[in-house]
């Protein structure tokens, strides 16, 4: 987690890197600093917090210059505080450093400098980092050798930038596990955890490799590996635009994301079917479609939200390609040394590309020889490059903490898999055709769900004060019970669980009283009938209920507090309407809470340490 942006050039680099880290403030928002070296000043201004507390700080100091480094942090070593915000220095604060990661041998390096003199005045991991470039360029190194012989002290994973004061022109950065862009402008450069930080003053782009350390001057970028070898870089273009990273008039991101569900969820399927042959082209996957289809097993692998996209895409799979499906917390698989190999191809699902978990599991699935291919939003993210081949989702930047508009287009891209791959297999053209219709008409139906906003957040006023809260579903469902339980719990700090709904017998059911709500998600499917039972049940101990039904289900309106009404679809792509109105509900709780939906405590929006 924790944002980096770096400048060099003409311009002010001040508002700059403040303008950069509010886009990166996803990352984590803690604490924030920045570093300016230029033309006789040198400054170091950090503050506890968010950026805006930061940009008020440098505007009372008055700080400007023409190249600088700025963090927000997002602690994993060292509490969120002054001393512990990023840029860190040497003793001589002739040394600057900017690091987004988890160095992990940090102690044993922290011990040995100690014992070369050095003192150190933070608890971060990140510190030891300065200090040891202090070192080998105390033993005689300029800044670039310097950073490449601490780095090949160090383990575990950085994205950083290092400015020195005996040589003023230049900014180092390097790369491992922890993304790193470079902007490119015209006699100037951007340094940056992601695009969203440069877009407002570059579409120019190159994706820095892990292993790699790039030397920056205000004309020109040198990048070589760890073990010396010059590397040529493509300049990349960025296809996005400003508007898609601002809120464009909403109150927050999370609002934006979720009204944007129509269009994300169209674009994730633009130019993906031939509807008259009943079947689905993925550009990411051909050539490798066969091999998908002869797979003895399909793994999804990814966490939180993407996780449970995965577990509908189990339900999808293993029903209409009759190819046995598993998931897998990446956190869980790369550690427990699965039994993966060739016959498996493994999916590995995830908005941001850089989770960490996920990018480790997909090397381990990469090693043992399985089919790793990826599942991203991020274009030129670690898993999207690292993967063999595989799908963007094309929903666009989704900034908010709590994933949105990602689930959704995750799931129409898990939805286009699975007739990719059925089609291959057994399924018949007219089942092909079927689905494709249907999933053309998920953006309309979306577009009626978000006009019940108004309906959902006067139903919201009514959980304001509830400390705990239920959500069930059965079936392809039940991942959309876990998803609403996520969304409410992360943004709203109310204790919530999901379960299949038949599974409330064996334990839940003991919760509830008149305090406790349940969702239910209660479409008129294969288990309605079994679904009305439960609620029943709740009913009957007095449990206060709330349903997501369909739109002509009058049955339920009886046996419910407040029920949310929208349209019906093919029940395989339902989970995509249905967990629409379950994050305006969060939405409006969190909100009426009176909280930072955008950035939640605690939590970041891309998780790139383990
Ligand atoms: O970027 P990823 O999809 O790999 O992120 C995975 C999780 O960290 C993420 O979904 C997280 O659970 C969100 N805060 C959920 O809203």
Redesign the pocket.
Known sequence: MCGIVGYIGDRDCVPIIIEGLKRLEYRGYDSAGIAVLSDGTKEVIKTKGKVSELEAEVAKQGLAGKMGIGHTRWATHGVPNQLNAHPHFNQEKTLFLIHNGIIENYSELKNKLIKKGYSFYSETDSEVVVNLIDRYIKKGRDLAAAVKYALNKIDGTYGLAVMYENEPDKIVVARKGSPLVLGIGEGEYYIASDVNALIAYTQHVVYLNDDEIAEITKDSFTVRTITDEEIQHEILKVEMTEDEITKSGYPHFMLKEIMEQPLSIENSMRGRFITDEGIVKLGGLIGYEDRIARSKRIILS??????HAALVGEYMLEEFTGIPVEVEYASEFRYRNPIVGEDDTVFF???????AD?LAAMREAKRKGALALGIC?VVGSSIARESEAGVYIHAGPEIG???TK?FTSQLVVLSLITILIARKRNMDFEIGVELIENLKALPQKVEEILKLNDEIEKIAEHYVNSNNFLYLGRGYNFPVALEGA??LK?ISYIHAEGYPAAEMKHGPIALIDENMPTVFIAPKDAVYDKILSNIEEVKARKGKIIAIAHVDDTRIDELVDHVIKIPECHYLFQPILNVIPLQILAYHIAVKKGLNVDQPRN?A???TVE
């Open positions: 990814a966490c939180g939200t993407s996780w699902i995830s908005q941001s590309g850089e989770t996920t939003n903490v709590a994933s990602a996520l969304k992360e939590l929006k891309s998780v």
